[in-house]
């Protein structure tokens, strides 16, 4: 079974431009999640979705927002970039919001605002 | 919210010696797990772990949740263990707050 893919890779964006970030969860799994991780430092919650709802909301501004669709995957989108963006942006797929689930990262999208 | 720390910040080993990082967390959790990132980025889950001790080849991980604290023990390090090693913890799946991370370099 495919793992957590996520879309794009790398890309490179100006600032107070948009940008959406793709990701499909393991197949199964329902609930999908969002974290920032800035160079040198932990990934920081965003969001996380269960069952096409926002289950979860990290101290990220207006701007970050998100969606999931009826086939489990998500995207993430972030208006107005700043240069303090640039970060690997990594989506974790898991079964369910509950505890005893595992979660699953994927390889990340690493975004670089200039 | 829940504060994360971990230790220590920076382990250099040779190939072959063991080690163990620790990770102290500020309130009470259901959800701990260890993640290791390689240096693509790529995190991998190696332990769910609120409570107890679990076991996996060089790896084991034992976490005393009325403590407060995790520990994560690499036995006969392999190069192949380099990386960044990060505890999150939590309420659920939700949420979860990782530490800062210990970099482990082994060398041959």
């Known amino acids: 079974d495919a793992g957590v893919t996520q879309s794009p890779t790398h890309l490179i964006k100006t600032r107070g431009q948009h940008v959406t970030l793709r990701c499909s969860p393991i197949?199964?799994?329902?609930?999908v999640s969002w974290y920032q991780q800035v160079l040198g430092q932990g990934p920081q919650f965003i969001f996380q979705y269960y069952e096409k709802e926002e289950r979860g909301r990290g101290n990220f501004p207006d701007r970050f927002s998100a969606r999931q669709f009826p086939n489990y995957s998500s995207e993430l989108n972030v208006n107005a970039l700043l240069l303090g963006d640039s970060a690997l942006y990594l989506c974790?797929?898991?079964?369910?919001?509950?505890?005893?689930?595992?979660?699953?990262f994927g390889e990340g999208s690493w975004l670089t605002v200039v | 919210g829940i504060q994360v720390e971990q230790s220590p910040p920076d382990l250099i080993l040779q190939e072959g010696a063991n080690s163990t990082l620790r990770c102290n967390f500020s309130?009470?959790?259901?959800?701990l797990q260890w993640f290791h990132q390689n240096p693509w980025g790529q995190l991998i889950n190696l332990f769910y772990i609120p409570s107890g001790t679990k076991q996996n080849g060089r790896l084991s991980a034992t976490t005393v949740a009325t403590e407060r604290y995790s520990l994560l023990y690499i036995s006969s390090s392999q190069t192949t263990d380099s990386g960044v090693y990060f505890c999150?913890?939590?309420?659920?799946?939700?949420?979860?707050?990782f530490g800062a991370g210990t970099r482990l370099t082994v060398k041959p």
């Open positions: 309130d009470s959790v259901n959800n």
């Open positions: 974790a797929s898991s079964l369910g919001p509950s505890s005893g689930n595992t979660i699953y």
């Open positions: 197949s199964g799994h329902k609930s």
């Open positions: 999150a913890v939590g309420i659920n799946n939700n949420d979860m707050r």
